[in-house]
């Protein structure tokens, strides 16, 4: 059993709760580690249609816990992203489901960059989103160079870079970092809608366009049509398309299995 994160599935969601309010869910090495085998799990299980990601308690996620290493010890940042954070962040995005950001609260460094992995990301209108790293003459990592400026632009990704700016709900909204945001109260009732959706949705083609979306932005238009034409012959195979057809000529609702 996982120490320091929630792991549960109910009706088709898996959600992975980060579980270290007491230090705002800072990542130590076991959390990462505890954090790679929960997205594992929640791949392989085929009653798994969507992944909710959020933190315990006030905060989201507060990034790298500073005071879990020791400051005299000389410490191999390359060897921690390659071991702890990027197969997070690569769980993620090859994830043939999707992964939803219940950002409850702060998230900080590679707090903010596992919120920005997310395909899309609720927050409560108390969640602030922060690239931290520079006050700590560090730089982005953990997917945030990919993520910010595909999402705001080159300009705007390098203000919040180089600034360490705190944005909140609502201006995250207006630039695009979230997708929605909601009253503290109502942010279960929010991811409970999207959740509901994609439950029920065709999981098969939904994680086919997360492919495709993931390959359209160091592709060209020409490789794209080629990409579109391999995923659709996938997707016009599989037993969702037949329901979705049946379904639309005996006028009812598809009753989609995810396969």
């Known amino acids: 059993m996982p120490e320091f994160l929630n792991y549960k599935v109910e009706n088709g969601v898996a959600t992975i709760e980060l579980a270290r309010p007491d230090v705002y869910n800072a990542l130590n ?3 990462t580690y505890e954090l790679q085998d929960a997205l594992k799990d929640a791949k392989r299980d085929d009653a798994v249609r969507v992944v909710v990601l959020t933190g315990q308690g006030k905060a989201f996620c507060s990034g790298q816990d500073l005071k879990s290493s020791d400051p005299s010890e ?5 060897d921690s992203l390659y ?12 994830m043939p489901k999707p992964v939803l ?30 690239e931290v790293f520079v006050n700590i003459g560090l730089v982005l990592d953990s997917g945030s160079s990919y993520f910010l400026p595909r999402l705001v632009g080159s300009a705007k990704a390098f203000e919040l870079a180089t600034m360490g700016s705190r944005v909140k709900a609502d201006e995250a909204l207006k630039i695009g970092l ?19 959706y994609y439950a029920a949705a065709p999981t098969r083609a ?9 390959k359209s932005g160091s592709s060209s238009l020409d490789e794209m049509l080629d990409y579109e034409a391999y995923c659709q ?27």
């Open 29 to 31: 090495d076991q959390l």
């Open 74 to 78: 000389k410490r191999s940042f390359i």
């Open 83 to 94: 071991k702890r954070y990027n197969p997070i962040i690569r769980a993620m995005r090859n």
């Open 101 to 130: 950001c219940r950002l409850n609260g702060v998230a900080a460094g590679a707090g903010c960059s596992l919120a920005l992995a997310c395909d899309l990301i609720i927050a409560s209108e108390n969640a602030m989103l922060t």
């Open 178 to 196: 979230v997708n929605k945001v909601v009253p503290h109260d109502q942010l279960d009732e929010a991811v409970g809608e999207y959740t509901a």
């Open 206 to 214: 939904i994680g086919l366009m997360k492919k495709m979306l993931n």
């Open 233 to 259: 012959e996938i997707a016009g195979n599989s037993e969702d398309y037949k329901e979705g057809v049946a379904a639309f000529l005996e006028k009812r609702k598809p009753r989609f299995k995810g396969n």
